[in-house]
């Protein structure tokens, strides 16, 4: 099948303008912050003019005008720094704050997102991998949103500030402090490409060990029925040994980037002390303003060391964020037409149409399928595994879209339904039940969220699951584990039925409900099954022809083709492939 699904690499100033639409919610936030980094900037510059002045009264003034004004001095300093506390508890609270507000918005766009995705997409990718991208992505893409902009700002403030300063103190030794600086710059940026690859590279193994471990906990009851601990243990060991490989790499490049920054750092004070020796000696500095010189050349590279540091962090959060807008530019392939409908006439007559299909440009699983179904009646499906018979019940949701050809629901081509009006017009029982953490409750109102105490009873006693809630512990309020694990399998497929009777939809899909069942299961949900088809359209999968031999109608599918088709009494007259399949399960 050609997949229309589009997972671009996105531009990178398309990129950078989705990254900042994420602080729109936030702009005044964001503007405190930007303005209390300034103020925290300014007052760290500051401080050795304080001390300038101070030298300055000395000179000139002596001992007795330096009592005299130290103390203003000292009040005027202390009253800069109590404003820069609070400006640092701004930033520190409330622009983490700010980011931890940015991470929910994308994580609940991430998510809404997954929820809009198609069938295909989560055939193709791992679990694990798209819980990596939800979790560990989106902390180091909020660690940019925060403290991106407040690190560039307040430290390229503190940068160019000092430069300025240190320019009027001395021009000729801040030129050869420009050249140093520009050395480590370049460093920089030649290693930057590197980082990314590595920390792109981290991003992928730590995702796979995620998904292995989700794998693994997923089907910890089949690990254990088949003493396989040891073979899951072999599997993790590699994937989590392939990150600590990647791992090794990232601080292999790292320490190549912090030392060799670190060695350019200590240049600048080589740099400063050998030149403003000379200086000094050639009257072009005094030893005063070499002082002063230092002390702004600590604040020259704080921030310096601050924005070579921040590049790290940087690679990390965009890589991440590259990631997240990865599956934000991917289209769902199964998407609404604009000018979708509800049709009012709601009876459930079904009708396929030379329908076509296959999974990932694979063989056609389906060749020029035909049938139609009248409403209230009962059709069921039967053929080998792999026939495409349940396929055929997946085109009906559209949770895939056929090639070529149509689906019609009512006469209407569902591709030009409502997507929510078509899914609320079909329930769905598989043999693969799913429940949800929570309680009966819980999974019983998840086909009608607000329904009554009496609805939800009434749906469970059709379904014979009633009489069981009621012994439980808390009765309707028991919890029923991950993926329903204190419930049997009788007891979960009820419960889905009754969640189906609450419904209530006009068309029932029955996915080989009960060939996984005993005998006294299957009489309980057999019985259910009746009272839940009795006047809705119904598309039945069965390999147990027992259960369908009443059916109005049954399909015999083979290869992706429909074989055969007629009522029970007529296909064993034909002597064909389902008379065939009667002999094998039956012997005559």
């Known amino acids: 099948m050609n997949d229309p699904t589009i997972e671009k690499t996105t531009p990178q100033p398309a990129l950078f303008k989705r990254f900042c639409r994420y602080y729109k919610p936030y702009m005044g936030l964001f503007v405190l912050d930007m303005v209390c980094a300034l103020i ?21 003034g002596g001992t007795t005008e330096i009592l005299r004004t130290i103390g203003w001095i000292a009040a005027a300093l202390a009253g800069l720094y109590l404003i820069r506390l609070f400006a640092q508890y701004f930033i520190t609270c409330w ?6 507000r940015m991470e929910t918005d994308m994580r609940q766009d991430i998510f809404e997102h997954y929820q809009r995705l198609s069938f295909s997409y989560f055939d193709r990718n791992n679990t694990g991998e798209m819980m990596s991208r939800i979790v560990s992505d989106l902390f180091d893409i909020t660690e940019l949103a925060h403290h991106g902009p407040e690190i560039i700002l307040l430290s390229s403030l503190k940068v160019i500030g000092a430069f300025v300063i240190l320019s009027a103190v001395n021009w000729q030794l801040t030129l050869i402090l420009l050249v140093v600086t520009l050395a480590m710059t370049s460093y920089c940026v030649f290693m930057r490409k590197y980082m990314r690859q590595v920390f792109a590279d981290n991003r992928k193994k730590i995702a796979l060990v995620n998904s292995q471990i989700q794998d693994s906990l997923a089907g910890i009851r089949v690990v254990k029925s088949f003493a396989n601990e040891e073979v899951e243990q072999g599997k993790f060991a590699d994937c989590n040994r392939a990150f600590l490989d990647s791992k090794v790499d990232n601080y292999r490049i790292m320490g190549r980037f912090h030392a060799g920054n670190s060695f350019f750092q200590g240049l600048l004070y080589v740099a400063i002390l050998l030149f403003g020796g000379i200086f000094i000696a050639k009257d072009m500095i005094s030893l005063s303003e070499l002082a002063i010189y230092a002390l702004y050349i600590g604040i020259f590279v704080h921030p310096l060391e601050m924005l070579i540091n921040f590049t790290e962090q940087f690679q990390r959060g965009w890589s991440g964020f590259r990631r997240f807008a990865e599956v934000l530019a991917t289209v769902p392939e199964v998407r609404e037409a604009e000018n979708a409908v509800i049709p009012a006439e709601r009876k459930g007559v079904l009708e396929y149409k030379n329908v076509n299909f296959e999974y990932e440009a694979e063989n056609m699983v389906l060749n020029d399928v035909s049938f139609a179904v009248e409403a209230g009646s009962t059709v069921a499906l039967v053929g080998p595994s792999g026939g495409g018979k349940s396929t055929i019940c997946a085109l ?5 879209d056929v090639i070529s050809g149509s689906v019609l629901v009512d006469g209407v081509d569902v591709r030009k339904w409502q997507l929510k009006a078509l899914r609320n017009h079909i329930g769905i029982v598989q043999q693969d039940i799913y429940m949800f953490s929570g309680t009966v409750r819980d999974n019983i109102t998840y086909g009608k969220p607000h329904a009554s105490q009496q609805e939800i009873e009434a749906a469970a006693r059709r379904a014979n699951i009633h009489d069981f809630i009621m012994t439980l512990p808390l009765q309707y309020d028991t919890e029923v584990g991950e993926r329903g694990v204190r419930l049997s399998g009788g007891q979960k497929q009820r419960i889905a039925i009754a969640r189906v009777f609450l419904k209530n939809p006009p068309i029932l899909i029955l996915d080989e409900a009960t060939s996984a069942l005993d005998n006294e299961s299957e ?3 057999q019985a259910a099954l009746q009272v839940l088809s009795r006047g809705r359209t ?3 999968i069965a390999h147990r022809l027992s259960t369908i031999r009443h059916a109005d109608k049954i399909i015999a599918i083979e290869d992706g083709r429909i074989a055969e088709i007629g009522s029970h009494e007529e296909l064993l007259a034909k002597n064909g492939i389902y008379s065939k399949y009667h002999r094998m399960q039956f012997g005559v």
Do not use: E, K, W
Request: aromatic residues 10%.
């Open 523 to 525: 009489r309980h949900i």
């Open 538 to 540: 119904t598309l039945v």
């Open 95 to 100: 622009g983490h704050i700010m980011g931890a």
């Open 40 to 60: 925290v900037s300014a007052v760290d510059l500051a401080f050795p003019q304080f001390l300038n002045v101070l030298s300055r009264i000395a000179a000139d």
């Open 396 to 400: 009906l949701p559209r949770f895939y």
